[in-house]
């Protein structure tokens, strides 16, 4: 029997250091290495798939889903929406108009919307993306790339990137935004002058990133305890996040964070925002705290509590064990073959 074809249309990874690149790689690669015996599995290919799996919205994507699609069906993978971009950039006020519909008009012209989070089937069907169109299947990150190293490694690591080897690590891995609660964190640093405080991430969208000024001017003349290591390689990440103790983000806004599945890989606590938005994909996997003073207070007593840190670090391991190959793998192939049943 003829396999079906799927053909993966993205330019997730022209854009170095945000999320949507590293889901885009993790997802292909899953699919490629389970389902070959089952699907023909293309990457942005100029033809007419049985299914046309859209990673970025493009206005070149748009105009060409007739012709794409003429045999097939396609989906698209749901990574942001106009809130999301809301903090994340600064466009001027009709361009912001005009980009944040296209985003729902691209969303609407697809026969099925992957979320990597629950919590966005209601925000589409605010949008008028019927429910029925929208399946959830979270992210996933390959356990071969993320993984703990030895403590002989982990030393080295500090000293690649120029860590302090004495020092209690927390790290941020993310986009430089505002969003991602970068001044939270440089506060959360001023007022634990002990602890070593790494960010490793940029400014993927350049001058128009928010708050792009006032942090590039901390990024020239950082404290004392806090090092920037700009976007890193994701080849490089893994040695990253074994480099440090806690993986801290404080973002106000997220859907499914890559950056906490890798660190979840590595066994590391991870501190987050309280956002309901984690509630039904992070479980208890996770510490959460609202504000700068609950931050430090947990961050302290990780730093100081040993038993409580192995218990972190015990929720994360879970976290990794829930989110396992074989079960986001099951859900690709289920999704694919229902889609191909539809049409």
């Known amino acids: 029997m003829e396999k079906k074809t799927i053909n993966m249309v993205s330019?997730?990874?022209?854009?170095?250091?945000?999320?949507?690149?590293?889901?885009?790689?993790?997802?292909?690669?899953?699919?490629?290495?389970?389902?070959?015996?089952?699907?023909?599995?293309?990457?942005?290919?100029?033809?007419?798939?049985?299914?046309?799996?859209?990673?970025?919205?493009?206005?070149?994507?748009?105009?060409?889903?007739?012709?794409r699609c003429r045999k097939g069906t396609s989906v698209c993978y749901v990574h942001t929406l106009p809130e999301t971009m809301e903090k994340s950039i600064k466009l001027p006020k009709l361009a912001?108009?005009?980009?944040?519909?296209?985003?729902?008009?691209?969303?609407?012209?697809?026969?099925?919307?992957?979320?990597?989070?629950?919590?966005?089937?209601?925000?589409?069907?605010?949008?008028?993306?019927?429910?029925?169109?929208?399946?959830?299947?979270?992210?996933?990150?390959?356990?071969?790339?993320?993984?703990?190293?030895?403590?002989?490694?982990?030393?080295?690591?500090?000293?690649?990137?120029?860590?302090p080897k004495d020092k209690f690590v927390v790290l941020c891995?993310?986009?430089?935004?505002?969003?991602?609660?970068?001044?939270?964190?440089?506060?959360?640093?001023?007022?634990?002058?002990?602890?070593?405080?790494?960010?490793?991430?940029?400014?993927?969208?350049?001058?128009?990133s928010d708050g792009y000024n006032e942090l590039k001017k901390v990024t020239e003349a950082p404290p004392h305890n806090v090092k920037f290591l700009g976007i890193v390689e994701r080849e490089d990440m893994n040695a990253v996040y074994n480099a440090a103790d806690v993986m801290f983000l404080p973002s106000y806004d997220e859907l499914f964070p890559m950056t906490v599945l890798e660190a979840m890989c590595v066994n590391m606590p991870v501190v987050l925002r309280e956002l309901?938005?984690?509630?039904?994909?992070?479980?208890?996997?996770?510490?959460?705290?609202?504000?700068?003073?609950?931050?430090?207070?947990?961050?302290?007593?990780?730093?100081?509590?040993?038993?409580?840190?192995?218990?972190?670090?015990a929720d994360s391991k879970k976290g990794n064990e829930y989110y396992k190959k074989e079960h986001i793998l099951q859900m690709w192939e289920e999704f694919y073959l229902s889609v191909l049943k539809d049409k």
């Not at 046309?52 to 007739?66: C, E, G, I």
């Not at 005009?98 to 089937?121: G, S, T, W």
């Not at 069907?125 to 071969?144: A, C, H």
Request: glycine share 6%; with cysteine; proline share 4%.
């Open 11 to 67: 330019q997730a990874t022209s854009v170095k250091g945000q999320g949507v690149g590293s889901a885009y790689m993790e997802q292909v690669k899953l699919v490629k290495e389970g389902l070959s015996d089952k699907f023909e599995i293309y990457e942005n290919a100029h033809m007419a798939a049985d299914i046309t799996h859209y990673h970025t919205f493009n206005p070149s994507y748009f105009l060409l889903k007739p012709w």
């Open 173 to 208: 891995a993310g986009q430089l935004q505002v969003r991602k609660g970068a001044f939270d964190f440089l506060k959360c640093a001023e007022l634990m002058p002990d602890v070593q405080f790494v960010w490793a991430g940029g400014f993927s969208f350049g001058h128009i």
């Open 96 to 163: 912001k108009k005009i980009f944040y519909a296209y985003i729902i008009k691209f969303y609407k012209i697809m026969e099925h919307l992957v979320v990597v989070n629950p919590y966005f089937i209601d925000a589409l069907e605010n949008y008028g993306v019927k429910r029925e169109r929208v399946t959830y299947i979270p992210n996933f990150v390959s356990t071969e790339q993320f993984h703990p190293l030895s403590a002989v490694e982990k030393e080295k690591a500090r000293e690649r990137f120029g860590i």
């Open 276 to 313: 309901p938005i984690y509630e039904n994909i992070l479980f208890d996997f996770y510490q959460a705290e609202k504000d700068v003073d609950g931050f430090v207070k947990l961050l302290s007593k990780l730093k100081n509590d040993k038993a409580f840190y192995e218990k972190c670090s």
